[in-house]
Each structure stands twice: as structure tokens, then as C-alpha cells.
């Protein structure tokens, strides 16, 4: 049987173990494409949304010649903008929601 030090230090290496996980997927990126191309997401490891690349198929698939790059520039930054900002209010209403059922105490790793 385990006394309570060796439980201990166990937790300890798993919480390191996790934070270093969780860490390393906040680095990594995940690349997804759709459109045979046309369309690249980018997310972390964490499933945050990081970018987004548009060709000019995508816009116009019939004559992809006719779409200027400041356009998809402009299509791909309003794309990113709503959905960092789709994110943050999911994360912002999540973290109301459980603070509501913890009463205000904050448990690690919930939010």
C-alpha cells in the first residue's frame, strides 16, 4: 500500500506531466484543408482557431482569375476576426456558466 508522500508525488508528476502537455499543444498547429485546397484552417493543439487561407477558387470557383489578393487578404482577417472573436465569447459564457455552479472557486484545468 501507498502511504500518502509517494500518492503525493505522484499528483505532482502527473500535474507536471499535464502542464508540460498542455503546453506543447498550445504550441503545435493542425492543418485541415477543404475545397481539393481551396480552403486551409489552422488550430492549435488546443483546438484554438489561428487562421485561415483562402484561394481564389474558393471565392470564385467559375473564374478564380478575376479575385485580387487584397480581397482574399481582406476575406481571410474577417474570417480570423469573427472567429477569435466567436471563441472568446464561447470561453467568456463557459467561464460565467461554471462559475455560477462552483460558486466563484476556481478549480485548475475547468476554465
Given at each position: 500500500?501507498?502511504?500518502?508522500?509517494?500518492?503525493?508525488?505522484?499528483?505532482?508528476?502527473?500535474?507536471?506531466?499535464f502542464?508540460?502537455t498542455?503546453e506543447e499543444?498550445?504550441?503545435?498547429?493542425?492543418?485541415?484543408?477543404?475545397?481539393?485546397?481551396?480552403?486551409t484552417?489552422?488550430?492549435?493543439?488546443?483546438?484554438?482557431?489561428?487562421?485561415?487561407k483562402?484561394?481564389?477558387?474558393?471565392?470564385?470557383?467559375?473564374?478564380?482569375?478575376?479575385?485580387?489578393?487584397?480581397?482574399?487578404?481582406?476575406?481571410?482577417?474577417?474570417?480570423?476576426?469573427?472567429?477569435?472573436?466567436?471563441?472568446?465569447?464561447?470561453?467568456n459564457?463557459?467561464?460565467?456558466?461554471?462559475?455560477?455552479?462552483?460558486?466563484?472557486?476556481?478549480?485548475?484545468?475547468?476554465?
Amino acid at each position: 500500500m501507498m502511504n500518502m508522500m509517494q500518492v503525493m508525488q505522484k499528483a505532482q508528476k502527473m500535474q507536471k506531466k499535464f502542464k508540460e502537455t498542455q503546453e506543447e499543444l498550445e504550441k503545435s498547429t493542425i492543418t485541415a484543408t477543404a475545397g481539393n485546397g481551396a480552403v486551409t484552417a489552422v488550430v492549435s493543439g488546443q483546438g484554438k482557431f489561428s487562421s485561415i487561407k483562402l484561394k481564389p477558387e474558393a471565392i470564385n470557383p467559375s473564374n478564380p482569375q478575376s479575385v485580387d489578393a487584397d480581397t482574399i487578404e481582406m476575406l481571410e482577417d474577417l474570417i480570423t476576426q469573427a472567429f477569435k472573436e466567436a471563441t472568446t465569447n464561447a470561453n467568456n459564457q463557459m467561464e460565467t456558466k461554471m462559475k455560477a455552479i462552483t460558486g466563484g472557486i476556481s478549480i485548475p484545468g475547468l476554465f
